[in-house]
């Protein structure tokens, strides 16, 4: 989604600019722009439609913007086509104000009828320019800069990061918060706002995360924040502990490939924590044994990948803490009335913390009285911010739109969950514990094995690659993991796949496979290891092609079925822990299949990384 880069120093605003959106490239977007506040008097605004070389041309790389103070913005389209009108800033009709925005203004309809009716005119077609517009209007009815800011957020409705630049005020810029993300950076003898971490994190590590309804005012040597209600805060800074080259691509072609060879360390640095003298243990959690034994009913909510985690989740919490749990989209959890009450916990995943669908069903299930424990990986998100408990990720920035590393922790956490509530709850015979928490220490490595393979993977994707639909099928935890293997394949390689049930296939899908059809088979679900042979068999008589993915061991039981370079292996583990492993070749099969067909694959078409808007 949109991204916003605030700075405030002694430098020339706009290399510094322009540098902090390319590290939110990232985020998704489809135009941008930047606004700097001119040593003359007035603003200079530069914006335009496509990739962010197009602003670095425009702009000479930010050098020929001329001041020291600005705010710059992606823009990822929503009202209003992606074209130069429409980009950010938005500037007012007296050109005296200029404003970056996240989020959507939803009353904006409204408050643009009102302002034309008092004669102002409108160049775009976007919600955002209503704030630069109503912004101007009470400046010229004698309002301070501030005063018209809260008069403002008062009047508009919907989720806003806002960055906004006034002529009148030449040492500062002001930004303000509402269900957008929005951080602050303090520099030294500069300070920033910006979307998230990675656009600042070569100039400062030093940051305060703003809350809902605050306004900071923002110069080179000091940040003022103010609530709801203009009252001062005293916001605490945090201390980020990862550092720029992890958010750099670091030799390697892409931040996907990077990102999925970073995960045998990812799962280290969030398993081994969490384990200590064979005992999972979470000492973060709040919530003691006592709300465990009384738990009647566990829900779960996210979005994409993070919901696909938590459809391994229901299957393994309930398997192991015989605890009935649901798990539901997040986009659809707020509109469903769902049965969630005081005695319910939600565990809402989220990479980033900030998808605005989870957030929404954080809030409705804590307004049913609901405990929120959430899974996140990005430090002081807002996700975080507003659950009871928190269990964050080790995964380490993750830059690329198609989340690999994030996932396998997510997972990791989840898994370890469940293990920790049938340990407490005295759900698991002791030997079953203790052959979990073995394997959950073995991941990393045996993860690296996975990776070790990945030659055998790029061949069997040169064979693939053409085909322009596929079919992942697989039982149980091998259903659940291949709705992610087929959601990394399309959002990467844009060939159309699904995921089934294979037991479901004979109900109806069994009519599109037709001699040729490729039929990924995930066979690592050894507890249902013959089912799934019966489901391959019965795709292979109707022609399919098959790649077929178990566990090392049982590959012979395929070779006679499958034809052997098509069948890809992973080592053996617990069965609840097999996705964990599993999801490897998956995502690299997918890589190298949108590798062949030359497609963007750190940011694929109309995808962003982080999506703040309903
Ligand atoms: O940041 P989140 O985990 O809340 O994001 C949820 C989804 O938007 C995300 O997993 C998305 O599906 C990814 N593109 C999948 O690779």
């Known amino acids: 989604m949109c991204g916003i880069v605030g700075y405030a120093g002694s430098r020339q605003a706009g290399p510094i600019l322009l540098d902090g959106l390319a590290r939110l490239e990232y985020r998704g977007y489809d135009s941008a722009g930047v606004a700097v506040l001119s040593p003359g008097g007035g603003l200079c605004v530069k914006k335009t439609k496509g990739r962010l070389s197009a602003l670095n041309e425009l702009t000479d790389s930010g050098r020929a913007l001329d001041g020291v103070i600005g705010v710059g913005h992606t823009r990822w389209a929503t009202h209003g086509e992606p074209n130069d009108v429409n980009s950010h800033p938005h500037v007012g009709e007296n050109g005296r104000i ?85 951080i602050i950076g303090y520099g030294g003898n500069c300070n920033f706002i910006a979307s998230d971490v990675t656009a600042i994190i070569k100039y400062t590590h030093e940051v305060s995360y703003m809350d809902d309804g605050e306004v900071a005012v923002v110069t080179k040597d000091s940040v003022e924040v103010y609530d709801a209600l203009r009252r001062r805060v005293e916001k605490p800074r945090h201390t980020v502990d990862w550092d720029v080259s992890d958010a750099e691509k670091g030799g390697y072609e892409h931040f996907m490939f990077k990102e999925i060879m970073e995960q045998p360390e990812a799962l280290r640095a969030t398993i081994y924590p969490r384990v200590k003298d064979g005992r999972v243990v979470f000492e973060e959690l709040k919530i003691g044994e006592e709300y465990i034994r009384k738990l009647k009913k566990i829900y779960i909510a996210a979005c994409g990948s993070s919901y696909h985690v938590g459809m391994i989740g229901k299957y393994n919490l309930e398997r192991l803490t015989r605890i009935p749990t649901e798990t539901v989209l997040a986009s659809e959890l707020r509109y469903s009335d769902p049965l969630i009450d005081k005695d319910t916990l939600v565990i809402v995943i989220s990479q980033s913390g900030e998808t605005l669908d989870s957030m929404a069903a954080l809030r409705e299930a804590k307004s049913r009285g609901a405990r929120i424990l959430s899974i996140v990986n990005v430090v002081g998100s807002s996700i ?148 799934a042979m019966s489901n391959v068999v019965e795709v292979i008589s109707r022609g399919a092609s098959v790649v077929a993915l178990t566990a090392e061991g049982r590959a012979g039981e395929l070779s006679g079925t499958v034809e052997p370079e098509n069948i890809l292996t992973v080592p053996e583990t617990h069965p609840v822990l097999e996705p964990s492993l599993g999801i490897i070749p998956l995502q690299l099969f997918a890589y190298y299949i949108a590798l062949q067909r030359g497609c963007d694959i750190d940011k694929p078409r109309n995808l962003a990384k982080s999506v703040t808007v309903e």
């Open 384 to 531: 975080a911010r507003e659950s009871d408990d928190v269990v964050y990720t080790h995964a380490g920035p993750e830059i690329a739109v198609a989340t690999t590393k994030a996932y396998s922790t997510q997972l990791a956490v989840l898994n370890m969950l469940g293990v920790y509530f049938a340990g407490l709850l005295g759900k698991m015979e002791p030997e079953q514990y203790d052959e979990i928490v073995a394997e959950l220490r073995l991941l990393p490595e045996k993860a690296a094995r996975v990776l070790a393979d990945t030659e055998r993977i790029k061949y069997l994707a040169s064979r693939c690659f053409n085909h322009e639909s596929v079919f992942y099928i697989g039982r149980n935890l091998d259903y659940a993991l291949g709705l992610e293997g087929s959601l990394k394949l399309k959002e990467i390689s844009y060939i159309h796949s699904e995921a089934y049930a294979a037991g479901e296939l004979k109900h109806g899908t069994i009519s599109l496979i037709e001699p040729g059809t490729l039929v990924v088979a995930l066979c690592t679900y050894l507890p249902l290891f013959d089912k």
């Open 98 to 182: 200029a404003v970056v925005h996240n989020g959507i203004i939803e009353n904006y309809a409204e408050i643009k009828k009102f302002l034309r009716q008092k004669g102002l005119t409108f160049q775009s077609d976007t919600d955002t320019e209503v704030v630069a517009q109503l912004l101007e209007y009470y400046l010229s009815g004698g309002e301070d800069l501030i005063s018209a800011v809260y008069k403002v957020l008062h009047r508009i409705e919907g989720a806003y990061a806002l960055g906004i630049l006034c002529a009148d005020t030449p040492d500062s810029f002001v930004a303000a918060r509402k269900d957008a993300p929005l």
